[in-house]
DNA sequence: ATCAAAAATTTACGCGCGTAAAGATTTATC
DNA sequence: GATAAATCTTTACGCGCGTAAATTTTTGAT
């Protein structure tokens, strides 16, 4: 190993062999140039450990290798699991992704737009807070950099949208509950930070409607990301008043879940579908945590896979087509219902 | 608004009435320059929406203003929530943080440090895998960059690490179980990823011997980050094979622990302190979730703000004496004991 | 009003690379 | 072996800004 500290393109560029701007080429795709000047050039890369200043490449780039993913909560680990998928798509894609959370702050967010455009990345995949986003900033940055939107839509903006369908989420876990027993009440926060919360509403109403059923949705009052709290404390609340309306709840989200089992256990209340039990509990999301709950969770999956995947995709295809796709294009994803123990 | 699209400095210095190098100056420091100088270029500010072309910048710049995080598993809610903390910091502090995580494989970690070094960073705040860890790789990114190691400790690498006292954290909640009833074995994975893990189960057994107590470790199999799910088949497998030697039990972390709680819930154990109960249970961490768990888990709880505050304190410190400490410092916090209802 | 210190301006160069154009060389095709 | 096509080299310029040095202007105190 020579230690011979390479300073710049054309020192590497003398000890190749080959000229500075064919060194260039190269780095830019490697099989632009001949086969027998890229392995001079690799097996220079073997004995120098020479990589091109990244600040210099993107000063001259407009169209820079960087994707930029942003999350409103990266403590959740819904997003963070989402965020994982989709990092590692991108770098196999060879591009460079930069992870950002608005931690659930309209300021935050605006502020990681700001930076990204300064990053001027090649494309933006962005979850966006939803209610708490500020509609004109995010509009205009989606008009400066190609963005595609996931998770949580907001009409018309950016060039498309890669989500779940909240019917199909809400259709199936309606339908097995109410075909397995009591028909389910919808529980969920008053006034959800996330769009897809009040898609699940109305599909819930929708869903009932249908069946014929009388719909009862409990809103229960909580701001921010604090979701199990939230949940808890409502089912504290509901419990402890007795003003639960059936013995079957479908909760808009798994943390909500999580919060509402964790009241059932503190009242000593059994959640299941067995004999003894009190109440049957089922959600949606499958979080992470779903199958560790207690009892584990019945809920309807997002497939993260395939959302992470079609979010790649439509981006990098978006990324070629220059930035504009001629129509916005909204792809959803059924949800899978994943029978466990509390319903 | 003047819609005139500023497109570089020069552009901008000419619109302020001030020269390119004057403004160059005020972004470096908007106090290094004259209040009736900053003026003008503050309300130039507000008419046109110019930013410095941040590529430019940094090529020029022997020290960027970027501060990179490395964690472990960002999907771990313990590592997104101390993230979330250092992020809110370090732009407190004026500098910019991009966030990397590993997902518990050496190679990206290798490779998030290489590109880490491209990116020529003021400093860096790593966590590293630990166990997984390329040593050597990590040394020698350490001698390149000033580097401030927390949560996970490694012998002699960076120029300080900040972190939690293990010991604290299991004396506390060895003593509170011996001394409330009985003593306690300890369950933790047999390979553990995080040297956190051994160093506890050391600190287990020697306060087991200074209590004159027999010590108990119960080392299940699982590889990987799914601690939950390793837990969770450990626990089946013990609770199956009546193979617990005590009825009280110590994790080794909160994510195993969830495990077991589930395991329990499955066998229809309950947990908790009271009358009934077959098992104690408690844990190491105070994880986001660790409140939700049925029963709520009893647990040694980091101070997040404080090991937050420190790294970021450190890591400032570093940089501002040049990227090199005198000798290499090691501040650990010790637990707080959180009295939940599963011990 | 005087003068030294502080701040701003002008001038100039450099950072490391992208990229275009023109000419030289290699490769592929018959 | 001749020819066209592909690839490489040389040369040259530009990107947007940092930064140093020398000069001029402003500031603040006497």
Same mark, same amino acid.
């Given at each position: 190993?020579?230690?011979?500290?390479?300073?710049?393109?054309?020192?590497?560029?003398?000890?190749?062999?080959?000229?500075?701007?064919?060194?260039?080429? %190269?780095?830019?795709?490697?099989?632009?140039?001949?086969? $027998?000047?890229?392995?001079? /050039?690799?097996?220079?890369?073997?004995? %120098?450990?020479?990589?091109?200043?990244?600040?210099?490449?993107?000063?001259?780039?407009?169209?820079?290798?960087?994707?930029?993913?942003?999350?409103?909560?990266?403590?959740?680990?819904? *997003?963070?699991?989402?965020?994982?998928?989709?990092?590692?798509? /991108?770098?196999?894609?060879?591009?460079?992704?930069?992870?950002?959370?608005?931690?659930?702050?309209?300021?935050?967010?605006?502020?990681?737009?700001?930076? @990204?455009?300064?990053?001027?990345?090649?494309?933006? @995949?962005?979850?966006?807070?939803?209610?708490? $986003?500020?509609?004109?900033?995010?509009?205009?940055?989606?008009?400066?950099?190609?963005?595609?939107?996931?998770?949580?839509? /907001?009409?018309? /903006?950016?060039?498309?949208?890669?989500?779940?369908?909240?019917?199909? *989420?809400?259709?199936?876990?309606?339908?097995?509950?109410?075909?397995?027993?009591?028909?389910?009440?919808?529980?969920?926060?008053?006034?959800?930070?996330?769009?897809?919360?009040?898609?699940?509403?109305?599909? %819930?109403?929708?869903?009932?409607?249908?069946?014929? @059923?009388?719909?009862?949705?409990?809103?229960?009052?909580?701001?921010?990301?604090?979701?199990?709290?939230?949940?808890?404390?409502?089912?504290?609340?509901?419990?402890?008043?007795?003003?639960?309306?059936?013995?079957?709840?479908?909760?808009?989200?798994?943390?909500?879940?999580?919060?509402?089992?964790?009241?059932?256990?503190?009242?000593?209340?059994?959640?299941?579908?067995?004999?003894?039990?009190?109440?049957?509990?089922?959600?949606?999301?499958?979080?992470? %945590?779903?199958?560790?709950?207690?009892? $584990?969770?019945?809920?309807?999956?997002?497939?993260?896979?395939?959302?992470?995947?079609?979010?790649?995709?439509?981006?990098?295809?978006?990324?070629?087509?220059?930035?504009?796709?001629?129509?916005?294009?909204?792809?959803?994803?059924?949800?899978?219902?994943?029978?466990?123990?509390?319903?």
């Amino acid at each position: 190993m020579h230690d011979n500290k390479i300073r710049n393109m054309d020192e590497f560029a003398a000890k190749c062999g080959v000229s500075r701007p064919t060194v260039s080429k %190269y780095f830019n795709d490697p099989d632009s140039v001949r086969s $027998s000047t890229r392995e001079r /050039i690799e097996k220079a890369l073997e004995r %120098y450990d020479y990589q091109p200043n990244i600040y210099a490449i993107n000063q001259n780039r407009r169209l820079t290798k960087t994707v930029g993913i942003v999350v409103p909560y990266l403590a959740d680990p819904f *997003f963070a699991e989402i965020a994982r998928q989709i990092e590692q798509r /991108i770098v196999a894609a060879g591009y460079r992704p930069v992870l950002f959370s608005a931690y659930g702050e309209q300021e935050l967010e605006n502020s990681i737009l700001d930076s @990204l455009r300064s990053l001027k990345p090649a494309g933006v @995949l962005l979850a966006p807070l939803g209610r708490a $986003s500020d509609r004109a900033a995010i509009d205009k940055f989606c008009e400066d950099v190609p963005t595609v939107l996931f998770d949580s839509n /907001i009409d018309g /903006i950016g060039e498309a949208f890669v989500g779940s369908d909240n019917f199909s *989420f809400v259709s199936q876990t309606v339908e097995y509950l109410t075909r397995t027993g009591e028909s389910p009440c919808f529980f969920e926060m008053r006034y959800p930070a996330n769009p897809n919360a009040n898609k699940r509403r109305t599909a %819930y109403l929708k869903m009932m409607e249908k069946l014929r @059923l009388e719909p009862h949705v409990l809103s229960v009052e909580g701001e921010g990301w604090a979701f199990e709290e939230i949940g808890r404390l409502g089912a504290l609340k509901l419990l402890d008043e007795k003003s639960l309306p059936t013995n079957t709840v479908l909760c808009s989200n798994d943390r909500l879940a999580i919060g509402f089992l964790a009241a059932c256990y503190e009242r000593g209340l059994r959640v299941g579908r067995g004999e003894g039990c009190a109440l049957r509990v089922a959600s949606h999301d499958d979080h992470p %945590y779903s199958r560790f709950t207690c009892p $584990s969770l019945t809920t309807a999956a997002h497939d993260y896979d395939t959302v992470a995947n079609r979010s790649v995709e439509t981006l990098l295809a978006l990324i070629d087509s220059g930035g504009r796709f001629p129509s916005r294009t909204e792809t959803l994803f059924p949800a899978r219902l994943i029978l466990r123990a509390s319903a």
